[in-house]
């Protein structure tokens, strides 16, 4: 059974860094892409970040570059989050989410391509 379980989330002020885990089981790890996503109330699930764990490659929502750093560990079947610089805006419930092929530049943030979710971590910034 493929599980993904998150991590990391809390309360935060603005400028401050969280690092996000996702941790998952039941799957081979290497070659398989890994998404964070977030939604918030009233808004759409939106892309984060994607890694692909066969290759290293990542992928970043315009919004996230330079402030969030992907990552994995494929002993520890694990993906990580990092997030810099966070924003009242950054506020959000946090998902991780994969799929057994690579990530794609444009196919990473949509959410109908990936098979298995987790289920979700609250980050919060406060101003």
């Known amino acids: 059974e493929v599980q993904l379980v998150e991590s990391g989330g809390g309360l935060v002020q603005a400028g401050g860094s969280l690092r996000l885990s996702c941790a998952t089981s039941g799957f081979t790890f290497a070659d398989w892409s890994i998404g964070w996503f977030r939604h918030t109330a009233g808004k759409e699930r939106e892309g984060v970040s994607c890694?692909?764990?066969?290759?290293?490659?990542?992928y970043y929502a315009d919004s996230e570059k330079g402030r969030f750093t992907i990552s994995s560990d494929n002993a520890k079947n694990t993906v990580y989050l990092q997030m810099n610089s966070l924003k009242p805006e950054d506020t959000a419930v946090y998902y991780c989410?994969?799929?057994?092929?690579?990530?794609?530049?444009?196919?990473?943030?949509?959410?109908?391509?990936?098979?298995?979710w987790g289920q979700g971590t609250q980050v919060t910034v406060s101003s």
């Open positions: 989410a994969a799929r057994p092929v690579q990530c794609s530049r444009t196919g990473w943030p949509r959410i109908g391509k990936y098979d298995y």
């Open positions: 890694i692909s764990t066969g290759n290293g490659n990542t």
